[in-house]
């Protein structure tokens, strides 16, 4: 065979052994297929997300089968609770030198985890597929920290959307959505002398968090965009944060007495019932409600309060992040599973489970599976871009990275929960936690 | 060699008799104490240097832990932590001798109520603090059933209250390790010795009287180990809380294990939280040095009484 | 006080007691037999209206996770795979060094002692990152194996902790009479230690049992997918983000969940006040 014997030695007094190692070997080596082509292996992927139950958990199941439907093999990680449990999910798997093909990520993480372990390029792939002109500009910019795609948007979620109670609205003679925060505190005012709590939001911090976004979006995108997003001194110091502090104190009046540290599904049943007024929260209240049981006519839907009457876009949404891997099978996989959530029929598939809106903005939502809240925040989104009024949400992790947005959150859900505090005091504690942190 | 009939056998026997328990007793005391210093060690050596995301071991010096003593979640957490330690202890404490000293009287469903007071131990933290926070909301829990019933007057909002709130934490704590102080003190209520007992009854001494002098002292030895468990649970509650409160009206009852937590992963600040965690096993020598040099006192005392 | 006003003052604190640690378990137990609908159209704390008995079976066999529609009973099954040996392992392994320390006096015991009853008091959440690096290191990442080592380890500082007060009680002229006879260390602990152990061995095994099996942290950390603890399962249907929880099953999960460590203490409670000094050795 021309090699050396198997156990290496060299003189001429080959052992018996050793020959029938020889031939052994010889044998193994016929047996060996060839190296398989990149394209001959079988695609594979593990995922790690949060997404283990409720239509979340669902729509993910879905993308599995997809994948598996296109020959991969899907086995997909969910870590129960909150996303912290996740990301300590992923960071293990990280130290321990085995990251996950893909796993969930969102907003500025994208880019401080891409510092910790290398991740694929997806630039080639993004272009081939003609992506970037079809997604926001906010989320392609998230997407490619350093200039190169390295994760790709799922779906997207608009945070300022109003919820008003049918039943409610009937009360106080509502017939559609107040559009300015003037409108939105006189509806307040007459549900609350006709005995209907009128905020029907909950009292964790995300929630309150969300509250004084909502707030700023509808009054000034300018400022939130200046002041949240690249935190500017002179706009965390200005009179429309001033104001966002005020109606967010309005809004914690208006809330139920009992909503501090309530998950805001708990008031669903006296919101539907007509007993507490408007809910302002993001879009995937709809699935909430239909999950309890409730009609889309029960209730009225529509953007929040728009202080200047346009559109504007408070944007929350959810990406793949790609690790980079040596295997060939995880790459194909991770080359398949990002065609899929390219393609213009991931939308469809996707978010119709979820609520959420498709990412691309040439998605036709005339499906059935879509509901008329979905198109209209769609429509929104689009017509936001156009007009560059997206803005991040700080509440869900999107504006800023975990360390600033907590620093933030801790100011706002305090200031919610504690009257004492006056919106010029809560605006100071603000700018002081931005200044630690920055 | 042919050696004489017994001998190696013995001196065999001899040797293994030294090594093998050797081999035996040291493993699994060396691996107790190694993980201890090992995983303290490291995670002080953390707490000085820059690590984020994940360990990187360049020196930072002080600045984390200046940051985290100035910082108003680690305060908040830190009065909370006492004020529900304090608490916890001292009504874990009092209830579970009080319930002993009852079920002790001889009563009638001795074993029914025993298994009614232990029970909630059985039941994980997160269950606790999801239940009670469902019974301590005012809209739909106790105060709601109360006015119901038809007395509107009734107040029990404290959930809500961000200066009571922490107190809801302190009543599920008590609920939930009450049984085991408990069983634990009713053991070491049973093993008096029954002499003793008999002769303080002969000397005609009070029912208060016989517990002060004779049952207290007995049972010492089983409330320092109450007192241990307690401490840990109070020292280590993290889902009660988040269970219950999610922290609290806005950050009010937050607790250094939810500091440590949070920044350690989900702020991604590794070093701030491990100087968190220093400093709160720090603050746990405050309590145990005392009591240390207390039980030393008191070892010495009774030795030189004993001489 | 009259002897029977005593009495049924007693009674009465006893009944009142027992109301208060009884609530929670029944507003569980009501929820557990409800719809879901039903909880959400009224409220977490009701009767139910109409009873629903499906959530049981549906929870235990059925209920999706994430891919996998089989309940949560692979997840229970995982739990006790992973706590039997854990517990037993831990248990047996801190008799032994409860012995050692107690009757087997060595130089700086008393600090080895201080040492690993101090592991009692460190926050898991310090430790998740160190038990990343030595599980790493040992090839035993996601694996049951890892997690059965991190709960004995950290359950040696409990149970060396109890069983160490313990056997402190043993009268000294049990062991001088036994060394006298030329028993050595395991003699002594075979013929004399171990048979007076069962009052401290049950506490012990009940109280890791417990502990592991209610663990949510490292078993969510270190293991993966359907090799989950039950805990996991647990938060997968409570944990709400931006839904409501699927409050039926929830509240059933809860009950199937927390049923062996209800069953251990139901059955071993008596066991925790035979005696846990060795007065009981007369």
Redesign the interface.
């Known amino acids: 065979m021309g090699r050396n014997a198997a156990d290496g030695t060299e003189s001429g007094n080959i052992p018996a052994l050793s020959r029938r190692t020889l031939l052994a070997a010889g044998t193994a080596a016929l047996a060996v297929p060839k190296l398989a082509r990149a394209d001959e292996v079988k695609p594979k992927v593990t995922v790690i997300s949060q997404w283990s139950s409720g239509s979340d958990g669902a729509a993910i199941t879905a993308l599995g089968k997809e994948f598996e439907n296109e020959g991969g093999s899907w086995e997909h990680d969910p870590v129960p609770g909150f996303t912290t449990a996740m990301m300590n999910k992923l960071r293990a798997q990280i130290i321990a030198g085995d990251p996950p093909a893909a796993s969930q990520l969102k907003g500025p993480e994208i880019a401080a985890w891409s510092k910790i372990a290398p991740v694929v390029d997806l630039d080639a792939l993004v272009k081939q597929a003609g992506y970037e002109a079809v997604v926001p500009a906010e989320l392609a910019r998230l997407s490619k920290p350093e200039g190169h795609w390295i994760a790709l948007p799922i779906q997207a979620y608009r945070i300022n959307t109003l919820f008003v109670s049918k039943k409610a609205a009937d009360r106080v003679g509502l017939t559609k959505l107040p559009a300015t925060w003037a409108e939105f505190n006189a509806v307040a005012e007459k549900m609350k002398a006709a005995g209907v709590t009128p905020v029907a939001n909950g009292g964790i911090t995300w929630d309150d968090g969300m509250k004084w976004e909502i707030a700023l979006c509808g009054i000034s995108p300018a400022a939130y965009r200046k002041a949240v997003m690249e935190l500017d001194d002179g706009a965390l110091k200005g009179p429309e944060v001033l104001a966002a502090f005020r109606q967010t104190r309005k809004l914690a009046d208006w809330s139920d007495p009992g909503f501090a540290g309530q998950h805001y599904s708990v008031f669903i049943p006296r919101y539907m019932k007509g007993d507490i007024g408007m809910l302002l929260m993001g879009g995937w209240a709809q699935g909430v409600f239909k999950h309890a049981g409730f009609q889309f006519s029960d209730y009225l839907i529509g953007p929040a309060p728009q202080d200047d009457g346009k559109i504007a876009f408070d944007l929350n949404s959810d990406e793949f992040i790609f690790w980079k891997k040596k295997q060939p099978e995880f790459q194909a996989g991770q080359k398949l599973l990002a065609d899929i959530v390219m393609r213009k029929d991931f939308g469809p598939m996707y978010c119709t489970i979820t609520g959420s809106i498709p990412v691309r903005t040439d998605t036709d939502l005339s499906a059935p599976g879509f509901s008329d809240g979905q198109r209209e925040a769609a429509h929104a989104m689009a017509t936001a871009m156009g007009d560059n009024r997206v803005v991040l949400s700080l509440a869900h992790n999107m504006a800023q990275p975990n360390q600033v947005a907590a620093a933030m959150l801790d100011v706002l859900t305090e200031f919610v929960h504690d009257k004492q505090i006056s919106p010029e005091q809560g605006q100071k504690k603000l700018v002081e936690a931005v200044d630690n942190v920055r | 060699m042919r050696a004489e009939r017994g001998a190696v056998p013995t001196a065999w026997r001899r040797h293994r008799d030294r090594i093998l328990p050797q081999l035996v007793i040291w493993p699994p005391l060396v691996v107790a104490c190694a993980y201890v210093l090992w995983f303290s060690a490291w995670t002080v050596w953390v707490s000085f240097t820059r690590s984020t995301l994940l360990p990187d071991y360049r020196w930072a010096g002080l600045r984390n832990y200046t940051a985290m003593l100035a910082n108003q979640n680690f305060q908040l957490a830190y009065v909370n932590l006492f004020i529900y330690g304090v608490l916890f202890v001292l009504l874990t404490l009092t209830v579970g001798l009080l319930l002993a000293v009852l079920i002790d009287q001889r009563v009638r469903g001795e074993n029914v109520f025993r298994a009614l007071f232990l029970y909630p131990i059985a039941v994980s933290f997160v269950v606790t603090g999801t239940v009670w926070g469902w019974l301590l909301n005012p809209s739909i829990g106790i105060q709601k059933l109360v006015h119901d019933l038809g007395w509107t007057g009734f107040r029990f909002d404290w959930l809500v209250d961000r200066n009571r709130a922490i107190y809801c934490i302190v009543i599920a704590g008590v609920w939930q390790a009450s049984g085991f102080a408990m069983a634990l003190f009713l053991a070491g209520l049973r093993s008096v010795d029954a002499d003793l007992l008999k002769a303080a009854e002969i000397d005609g001494a009070s029912a208060w009287r016989t517990y002060r002098r004779v049952v207290f002292p007995t049972i010492g030895p089983i409330f320092a180990i109450v007192l241990v468990m307690l401490l840990q649970f109070a020292i280590k509650t993290y889902d009660l809380v988040v269970a219950l409160t999610a922290g609290g009206p806005g950050l009010s009852t937050t607790v250094p294990t939810i500091v440590i937590y949070d920044f350690m992963f989900q702020r991604g600040e590794l070093a701030r939280g491990s100087a968190a965690a220093v400093m709160l096993l720090l603050s746990l020598a405050v309590v145990l040095l005392p009591y240390g040099l207390y039980r030393r006192w008191r070892t010495r005392q009774d030795a030189i009484h004993a001489g | 006080m009259p002897a029977s006003l005593r009495?049924l003052a007693?009674?009465v604190?006893?009944l009142l007691?027992?109301g208060?640690?009884?609530?929670?378990?029944v507003?569980?137990m009501l929820n557990s037999v409800r719809g879901t609908?039903d909880i959400?159209?009224?409220?977490?704390?009701g009767w139910p209206r109409p009873f629903d008995w499906g959530n049981f079976a549906h929870t235990w066999s059925s209920y999706?996770?994430?891919?996998h529609c089989n309940g949560i009973q692979p997840y229970f099954w995982n739990s006790v795979e992973m706590t039997i040996p854990a517990t037993i392992l831990s248990t047996l392994?801190?008799a032994?060094?409860g012995y050692?320390?107690a009757l087997?006096r060595f130089r700086g015991d008393n600090w080895?002692f201080g040492?690993?009853?101090?592991?009692?008091?460190?926050?898991?959440?310090?430790?998740?990152?160190?038990w990343?690096?030595v599980?790493?290191d040992l090839g035993l990442?996601?694996t049951v194996a890892g997690l059965i080592l991190i709960h004995t380890?950290?359950g040696?500082?409990f149970t060396?902790?109890?069983c160490r007060?313990y056997y402190v009680?043993i009268p000294p002229d049990l062991l001088r009479a036994a060394r006298i006879d030329g028993a050595?260390?395991?003699r002594i602990f075979w013929r004399i230690v171990l048979p007076l152990s069962p009052?401290i061995l049950i506490v012990t095994v009940i109280w890791q049992f417990?502990g592991i099996?209610?663990e949510?942290l490292y078993g969510?950390?270190?293991s993966?997918?359907d090799h989950?603890p039950i805990?996991?399962?647990?938060?997968?249907?409570?944990?709400?983000?931006?839904?409501?929880p699927?409050y039926g099953a929830q509240n059933a999960a809860?009950l199937l969940?927390?049923l062996p460590?209800?069953l251990?203490?139901?059955f071993g409670?008596?066991y925790?006040?035979?005696?846990?000094?060795a007065?009981?050795v007369k």
């Open positions: 009495r007693i009674y604190v006893l007691f027992a208060f640690y009884l609530v929670p378990l507003v569980v609908q959400l159209r009224t409220s977490v704390i999706c996770i994430s891919e392994l801190g032994l060094n050692s320390l087997w080895v040492i690993i009853t101090l592991g009692v008091f460190l926050p898991e959440q310090m430790k998740l990152v160190p990343v690096i599980l790493r990442f996601n380890v950290q040696l500082s060396t902790l109890f007060n009680s050595g260390f395991f009052p417990t099996w209610n949510y969510v950390t270190f993966a997918g989950q805990t996991a399962a647990l938060i997968a249907l409570s944990a709400h983000i931006s839904e409501a699927d809860v969940a927390a460590t209800l251990v203490y139901l409670g008596r925790f006040v035979r005696g846990l000094t007065g009981a």
